[in-house]
């Protein structure tokens, strides 16, 4: 590290420099900084959703867009969202108790037979970087995983990940039993994985292939807000 950058003391930055350092910050991964960061806007009544939309998913949204370009690696982008989790672990507990708003709820896992899973950990990880609530059911998740998740956090969004060729095929069979049981309208699915694409999702009948971490994010972004703005307008007609 650099020496002028040692003589930087957050508490002694205004608000706009002290999120504009945080921004920095996670972009270096730094855990403590953004810890102590969090904590001093907290202690300025920035309310947990400020700091968390402001400080956090501001900072991991530049992140996600060097990652995409390649000015990012996955071991940097790793450290910038352990740096957010730490974050994340200050503000969850606050933002439940103020009702903050969630930007949504996602329930993710690699599908039977597949033990693949760093692709997976970094979409969970920019996904709660960018505010939403993620379930991660781990690696070779048979169907029952799925729809027992589904039931009990009712998620906007299923994430399922597959890196084998031979595995791929089991996400239809998740996409089949939703729709057995009349649920597959009520949730986004989006699949991922180096061999897929996006003829492959439009087959097995996923609503968007996610090409990576970064792009994960604006697509359920994207597909979200349009649902909730249909949702609206359905009521209030």
Same mark, same amino acid.
């Given at each position: 590290?650099?020496?002028?950058?040692?003589?930087?003391?957050?508490?002694? @930055?205004?608000?706009?420099? $002290?999120?504009?350092?945080?921004?920095?910050?996670?972009?270096?991964? @730094?855990?403590?900084? !953004?810890?102590?960061?969090?904590?001093?806007?907290?202690?300025?009544?920035?309310?947990?959703?400020?700091? @968390?939309?402001?400080?956090?998913?501001?900072? *991991?949204?530049?992140?996600?867009?060097?990652?995409?370009?390649?000015?990012?690696? #996955?071991?940097?982008?790793? *450290?910038?969202?352990?740096?957010?989790?730490? =974050?994340?672990?200050?503000?969850?507990? @606050? $933002?439940?108790?103020?009702?903050?708003? +969630? #930007?949504?709820?996602? #329930?993710?896992?690699?599908?039977?037979?597949?033990?693949?899973?760093?692709?997976?950990? $970094?979409?969970?990880?920019? *996904?709660? =970087?960018?505010?939403?609530?993620?379930?991660?059911? =781990?690696?070779?998740?048979?169907?029952?995983?799925?729809?027992?998740?589904?039931?009990?956090?009712? &998620?906007?969004?299923? =994430?399922? +990940?597959?890196?084998?060729?031979? /595995?791929?095929?089991?996400?239809?069979?998740?996409?089949?039993?939703?729709?057995?049981?009349?649920?597959?309208?009520?949730? !986004?699915?989006?699949?991922?994985?180096? &061999?897929?694409?996006?003829?492959?999702?439009?087959? #097995?009948?996923?609503?968007?292939?996610?090409?990576?971490?970064?792009? /994960?994010?604006?697509?359920?972004?994207?597909?979200?807000?349009?649902?909730?703005?249909?949702?609206?307008?359905?009521?209030?007609?």
């Amino acid at each position: 590290m650099a020496d002028d950058e040692e003589d930087i003391v957050l508490s002694e @930055l205004d608000d706009d420099e $002290l999120v504009q350092q945080m921004h920095d910050d996670l972009y270096d991964g @730094l855990k403590e900084e !953004i810890e102590e960061g969090v904590n001093i806007l907290l202690g300025r009544k920035w309310t947990p959703y400020e700091v @968390l939309t402001k400080a956090l998913v501001e900072g *991991m949204r530049i992140v996600g867009i060097d990652f995409r370009d390649g000015i990012l690696f #996955v071991p940097e982008v790793l *450290m910038a969202a352990n740096a957010m989790k730490a =974050g994340m672990f200050i503000l969850r507990p @606050l $933002l439940a108790e103020t009702g903050a708003p +969630s #930007v949504g709820k996602m #329930v993710i896992g690699t599908v039977k037979g597949d033990i693949h899973d760093i692709g997976k950990n $970094l979409v969970s990880m920019m *996904m709660e =970087g960018a505010g939403f609530e993620v379930i991660d059911l =781990g690696i070779n998740n048979p169907v029952e995983n799925y729809l027992a998740a589904i039931e009990e956090h009712q &998620p906007d969004i299923i =994430g399922m +990940s597959a890196l084998l060729t031979t /595995t791929m095929p089991y996400m239809k069979v998740v996409i089949e039993a939703m729709k057995e049981k009349g649920i597959r309208d009520d949730h !986004i699915v989006l699949v991922g994985g180096a &061999p897929l694409n996006e003829a492959f999702a439009e087959s #097995v009948g996923a609503d968007a292939y996610c090409r990576d971490a970064a792009v /994960t994010v604006e697509i359920a972004k994207e597909m979200i807000a349009e649902r909730r703005r249909s949702n609206s307008e359905a009521m209030a007609n």
